[in-house]
């Protein structure tokens, strides 16, 4: 029988962005550094920021020695934002910093192409959906192309779409239709046609968009404008678990062709201008069980398949565990796609891992090499990086297509003494072996996870976006939050238990080598509000009462090399005060550790994206989920969402529209660069 978890099934949010059925990672049980040893070997060297004094005495002392200033005084500089910031808040509608503008580029339902219907939310169809913008937007990245006749700039935007939220998508929904009867059959009021236009909504969007008088558009007639869609696109599996007996199904028994993608969060763009999209919580889309004694039994609880938060194993079979065993390998893969090729297959790269996946931020290393950061978006688990074993072309795009198949994947180990070890995952190498499952290079790809338990990663407090510097060599990693971190199992990198605010650490890696298999590592902020002791924040004391934030996500560096940070609190807005939007985070000198707020989503939304082009002068957003997320706690609302009864109706604030998560273009007024 399929079993479905109603009290779990939230679609998404971020109570399942942290995976709430998933069992302990199993590394915790080893040993790791204690307080004393964290107290002894870091606490001397730094000096003490805002928000750490007056914290209670063992939580106070264990949790702040590495949360302490990173870098030895600097010669005092000006602070490099300038923006008068906005204030924290919650309520209907975005808000951006005095002096830009914030205007939706695109939205949920668009129309990508001249045949396209025009959406229309009481008739929705999955074919019409394949022909429009999907649902909640996340990842955005821009290919630039040459301008037009009249044109000022021209592009393709790359947008992923994670997933869905029936309870403000679909009129036939209600927050009523939650339970299930005794049977299971009931769920949400689902059926065929509508499981099928959920998975016509995820996946991704190319689109082209163009600025012609100072403004932003899409155009609508493009050639290159592309849905990418779990319900229809064929996609290729290259790398080490290509052809695997593990990645077969009765659909595929070659194991190097699944339909579609799935739960796609943040993502890059490579040095040769193709989009990667990464495949994070796949797990939520299966159910079923699996027979007794099953050998994917142990892979498939390490990733909690199935996790039951869709109906879709209902009505695809592909989805139900008791009929295809093998498909849940099939997805947490890293996929890349050719943006400038409407015809191109995306491609599963399986030598960067399977994992819950968010980001693949890369830069060209200084002997050629591509290093592409990674965060597996879970409670006590990892930091990676991928070295391609080829080097980057700047002069042939052509060589560099196969780059991601060869490499070595490493996972982080974060020591007590400041510095990293990367840990390679090469099949064969110490514990990696037959005798602990791994009889190739496919096995281990295919349970990375477990792979990197057995090596001793550290386990994080949910690491998500990772984002290196090129000017710097710096490479910041969002931890978003954990609370099921225990007193006993605070360690250096993640220095709170019950950790609800999360925290940023900053690696460097020695020389400029982003291949370099020893780093050293900081904590840059510890997130949430300073002002009160007991949360155990960090700040610069600059930091002013809006420049705080919490449960950073996903992180861009601005042309300049500044850093700019979006969160995703989920329903923990209520605890802050404030919904989720965009801070400028200063990195360097005196400033460093001081936060300000640019821009706010509406109640229930999350902060996505953020994307910088046109040489810092835009900057694109997305805003996702909007008024889902705790819109019981917005005190105007103060209820559940439902289609009919939404939290807000951002962006078009009609009647007859539901809200519709949309890309939001950033300009400032004068034509100037962002944040100055």
């Known amino acids: 029988m399929l079993r479905i978890d109603p009290e779990k099934h939230s679609c998404r949010a971020e109570a399942f962005e942290a995976s709430d059925d998933i069992p302990s990672n199993p590394v915790l049980a080893s040993g790791r550094p204690t307080i004393g040893d964290v107290i002894n070997e870091r606490f001397s060297r730094r000096g003490v920021l805002r928000g750490m004094l007056g914290t209670a005495a063992i939580a106070g002392i264990a949790s702040s020695v590495p949360a302490l200033l990173s870098h030895e005084a600097k010669a005092a500089g000006a602070q490099t934002f300038t923006f008068e910031e906005i204030a924290h808040g919650v309520d209907e509608t975005h808000h951006v910093a005095e002096g830009y503008n914030a205007d939706v580029l695109i939205r949920w339902g668009d129309p990508l192409h001249g045949d396209a219907p025009e959406f229309d939310p009481h008739n929705q169809s999955a074919d019409a959906q394949e022909k429009q913008f999907g649902y909640n937007n996340d990842y955005i990245g821009f290919v630039a192309l040459e301008p037009q006749d009249g044109e000022e700039a021209r592009g393709l935007l790359c947008v992923n779409h994670e997933y869905t939220n029936e309870e403000v998508m679909f009129p036939q929904i209600g927050r009523q239709d939650r339970a299930l009867d005794k049977g299971g059959k009931a769920f949400f009021n689902m059926t065929p046609e509508l499981v099928a236009i959920e998975q016509a909504a995820h996946g991704g969007s190319i689109v082209e968009i163009v600025k012609r008088d100072g403004q932003w558009s899409y155009d609508r007639n493009a050639p290159r404008n592309r849905r990418i869609t779990t319900r229809s696109t064929q996609c290729m599996v290259t790398g080490p678990a290509a052809g695997h007996d593990r990645m077969k199904t009765s659909w595929d028994p070659t194991g190097t062709r699944v339909i579609g993608t799935v739960n796609n969060c943040a993502g890059g763009i490579t040095p040769w201008g193709t989009y990667l999209m990464a495949e994070e919580n796949f797990h939520g889309y299966f159910l079923g069980d699996l027979p007794e004694g099953h050998p994917e039994t142990i892979n498939h609880e390490r990733y909690g398949v199935p996790g039951g938060w869709y109906a879709w194993g209902m009505y695809d079979d592909r989805f139900n565990l008791a009929k295809e065993p093998n498909e849940p390998n099939r997805f947490g893969w890293m996929v890349e796609v050719d943006p400038m090729d409407p015809g191109s297959i995306p491609i ?278 909007v008024s889902t997320d705790g819109a019981k706690d917005y005190e105007p609302f103060g209820r559940n969402s439902t289609f009919e009864d939404p939290a807000t109706r951002w962006p078009d604030f009609q009647d007859d529209m539901p809200p519709r998560p949309s890309v939001v273009v950033i300009t400032k007024e004068d034509g100037g660069t962002i944040g100055s």
């Not at 052509?398 to 400041?418: P, W």
């Not at 496919?442 to 057995?454: K, P, Q, S, V």
């Not at 225990?486 to 250096?492: F, I, S, T």
């Open 348 to 625: 599963k790269r399986t030598a960067l891992g399977r994992m819950k996946h968010e980001g693949g931020e890369s830069v060209v290393n200084k002997d050629g090499r591509v290093v592409i950061y990674m965060g597996d978006d879970q409670r006590f688990d990892y930091v990676y990086k991928f070295v391609t074993a080829g080097t980057y072309d700047d002069n042939d795009r052509s060589a560099n297509m196969g780059l991601l198949d060869g490499g070595t994947l490493y996972v982080a180990r974060f020591n007590a003494d400041g510095t990293v070890d990367w840990l390679p995952l090469v099949q064969g190498e110490g514990p990696l072996t037959a005798a602990n499952g791994f009889e190739s290079q496919a096995d281990l790809m295919i349970e990375t996870r477990r792979a990197a338990d057995l090596l001793g990663a550290t386990p994080m407090d949910r690491p998500e976006d990772v984002e290196p510097n090129p000017r710097t060599g710096k490479v910041y990693a969002m931890l978003t939050n954990n609370t099921r971190r225990k007193a006993d199992q605070v360690d250096a990198a993640n220095p709170r238990a019950e950790n609800a605010f999360g925290h940023i650490i900053e690696i460097t890696e020695p020389d400029m080598d982003f291949a370099a298999t020893k780093s050293t590592w900081d904590i840059l902020v510890r997130c949430g509000d300073p002002t009160k002791a007991e949360v155990g924040a960090m700040w610069n004391p600059a930091t002013s009462e809006s420049g705080w934030f919490a449960a950073p996500d996903n992180c861009a560096i601005d042309g300049q090399g500044r850093l700019w940070v979006t969160t995703d609190q989920g329903t923990n807005w209520s605890k802050t005060g404030t919904a989720d939007g965009v801070w400028a985070l200063e990195t360097e000198g005196e400033h460093r550790g001081t936060g300000r707020m640019f821009y706010r989503v509406p109640v229930g939304a999350e902060m996505c994206g953020p994307l910088f082009t046109d040489e810092d002068r835009v900057l694109f957003v997305a805003v996702q989920h």
